[in-house]
């Protein structure tokens, strides 16, 4: 009978030294693949969870503009603690109240408010993969799948990383934006206007501080600026929320911009060579 070989007894060729083995790890995590194609090990825990923490208490103090505005819209207390809590996406939240605010019929705010929350759906398509958690605590996990998440969770580089930045922010945040919403639902004629506070700004500024270092080649510069420009642009023309949907068009069109540049021929290429070595007929005929 021939002899059973073993895996570790085959010899290891040139691209099997430089694999990865992930059951090596100490911690038994798998090391996630950055799209430079370069992999990185995991950050220290205490790293992870210190700017997971930043993110959810910057952002989560923005809840007392939320809980402001949305008893100014004529919201009671405990309407808007619900929808903090169930809702649990600020920005539709602010969609919400600014239209009922603003005279729009309930119908109409919550369409606005559903529109800009779908991008948490594309979100989750990301993140399913990062997380990769078990089937029983997808259904609660779904329910902190934002902004400021998706940003934390996507700064890491390890698993392990990813679901402590994602778990940490998440949990953070969902508390002190409940918290806020209440105090500021509860004291909103102390508060005034919360526009003296700046507090409406926290959420987006974080949120662009985290994502300005992940803009790094010019195809990512592009996409961004057209996203803007897209998203400012539309702001007057199209319902709360559209606009937002609508910048996600500048990916498509900066990836054909680049394809059609990519395949264009080359004006002053290379001569064509036969299968010999030696040039064409046309291009000998002008040496000589």
């Not at 691209?15 to 090596?24: I, L, P, Q, R, S």
Request: with cysteine.
């Amino acid at each position: 009978m021939a002899e059973r070989t073993s895996s570790a007894d085959i010899p290891r060729g040139p691209a099997d030294a430089d694999a990865v083995d992930v059951t090596a790890r100490p911690d038994g995590a798998d090391v996630l693949s950055r799209p430079d194609g370069a992999d990185a090990p995991s950050r220290p825990d205490s790293a992870v969870v210190r700017d997971a923490l930043g993110v959810g208490v910057a952002v989560g103090l923005s809840g007392f503009a939320f809980g402001v505005t949305s008893a100014g819209s004529g919201l009671t207390v405990l309407q808007t603690c619900a929808l903090s809590l169930l809702a649990f996406t600020g920005a539709s939240q602010f969609a919400l109240v600014g239209a009922l605010a603003g005279g729009g019929s309930p119908l109409t705010a919550s369409a606005g408010a559903v529109f800009l929350s779908m991008r948490n759906a594309f979100y989750g398509l990301r993140l399913s993969q990062l997380l990769a958690l078990p089937r029983a605590v997808r259904p609660l996990a779904a329910h902190f799948v934002i902004d400021e998440t998706t940003a934390v969770s996507l700064a890491q580089s390890g698993r392990r990383a990813v679901r402590i930045g994602f778990a940490v922010t998440g949990i953070s945040l969902y508390l002190l934006w409940n918290l806020t919403t209440l105090l500021g639902a509860l004291g909103a004629e102390a508060i005034g206007d919360t526009d003296t506070w700046g507090l409406d700004a926290a959420g987006p500024a974080v949120f662009l501080a985290l994502l300005a270092p992940m803009v790094r080649t010019a195809t990512e510069r592009a996409v961004a600026a057209i996203a803007v420009l897209l998203g400012l642009g539309l702001l007057s023309v199209l319902p709360q929320g559209v606009p937002v949907l609508a910048a996600a068009l500048a990916v498509p069109m900066v990836l054909y911009g680049v394809g059609r540049k990519a395949s264009a021929p080359e004006a002053d290429g290379p001569k064509p060579h036969s299968t010999d070595g030696t040039t064409s007929n046309s291009t000998q005929g002008k040496d000589r």
